[in-house]
């Protein structure tokens, strides 16, 4: 049974940070391409950051460049997102993807930016 597990959400102020984690099990992780990605209502769900299976490879929605960072360990099956510097503009439910010859999701998690 393949589960993506997000966690790590929550209210911050401005300028806060917050790290998101995502734990995965049921396929094979290592293989797979790891991406967040997020989304307010009534908008597109909108791609955040993308690590390639090995990990030496990322890239960043312009928006989040410079403040946030992916990472993964591929020995805990699990995908990070440090947000620093956070807007309120990054105000979403944040989802976590996996990405192979299949396509899995999380069931999100809320991140509030707000004083």
């Known amino acids: 049974q393949v589960q993506l597990v997000e966690s790590g959400g929550g209210l911050v102020q401005p300028g806060g940070s917050l790290r998101l984690s995502c734990a995965a099990s049921?396929?094979?992780?290592?293989?797979?391409?790891m991406s967040w990605y997020r989304q307010v209502p009534g908008k597109e769900r909108e791609l955040v950051a993308v690590?390639?299976?090995?990990?030496?490879?990322?890239n960043y929605a312009d928006s989040v460049k410079g403040r946030f960072t992916i990472s993964r360990d591929n020995a805990k099956n699990t995908v990070y997102l440090q947000m620093n510097r956070l807007k309120p503009e990054d105000t979403a439910v944040y989802y976590c993807?996996?990405?192979?010859?299949?396509?899995?999701w999380g069931q999100g998690t809320q991140v509030t930016v707000s004083s």
């Open positions: 690590i390639a299976s090995a990990g030496g490879r990322t």
């Open positions: 993807n996996a990405r192979d010859v299949d396509d899995y």
């Open positions: 049921g396929f094979p992780f290592s293989s797979y391409w």
